[in-house]
T-cell receptor
């Protein structure tokens, strides 16, 4: 079954508002990745987090990895129309090659 | 560099027909993957190959077979297509570095409809 859950499934925001998506795993993750998929496109890598409690920033995007390495979040400050798409987390368990993708959060930004 | 190339981009099959989805990468990556994407389900791993000559089952392998032909190519075969296999299929590749899997690069996807 699905090991990595993501909420919310959909989010509509006014341009300029903030946005957050949450990723939760039933098991401890060795690392977690985040991807963005534009409508009709393919997933594109954003970032990888490895350490417990790690926080990384990319311009308006802030990524966090939980202390217990079971959850993660992506926060976008002051959304823009270019942020539209579906955001996926993907968690790795142990040292295997498998990444378990979350169900994704579809972001719509209303101009 | 083309990255990850998938063919075909679109396909319609009748129930019971067979077909092979092709994938090739030119980044010299060791690991390659096949995912399917269905609405509300995210991406689910079908099969993966950690290196040339090895393949392993992922979350949803039933009804599929794979071949890692060489380091560049990883194909996915549907022996007897079923409507439940209607989906978007993505191939991806990644590189191991000091025991840490790096980011996956995805192909453009194959939109498969089984009628």
């Amino acid at each position: 079954g699905q090991q990595v859950m993501q909420i919310p499934q959909y989010q509509h925001v006014q341009e300029g508002e903030d946005f957050t998506t949450y990723c939760n795993s039933s098991t401890t993750l060795s690392n977690i990745q985040w991807y963005k998929q534009r409508p009709g496109g393919h997933p594109v890598f954003l970032i990888q987090l490895v350490k417990s409690g790690e926080v990384k920033k990319q311009k308006r995007l802030t990524f966090q990895f939980g202390e217990a390495k079971k959850n993660s979040s992506l926060h976008i400050t002051a959304t823009q129309t270019t942020d539209v798409g579906t955001y996926f987390c993907a968690g790795r368990v142990g040292t295997g090659n498998q990444f378990y993708f979350g169900t994704g959060t579809s972001l719509t930004v209303i101009p | 560099n083309a990255g990850v190339t998938q063919t075909p981009k679109f396909q319609v099959l009748k129930t019971g027909q067979s077909m092979t989805l092709q994938c090739a990468q030119d980044m010299n990556h060791n690991s390659m993957y096949w995912y399917r994407q269905d609405p509300g389900m995210g991406l689910r791993l079908i099969y993966y190959s950690a290196s040339e000559g090895t393949t392993d089952k992922g979350e949803v392998p039933n009804g599929y077979n794979v071949s890692r032909l060489n380091k560049r190519e990883f194909s996915l075969r549907l022996e007897s297509a079923a409507p439940s296999q209607t989906s978007v299929y993505f191939c991806a590749s990644s590189r191991e570095r000091v025991g840490l899997v790096t980011e996956a690069f995805f192909g453009q996807g194959t939109r498969l409809t089984v009628v």
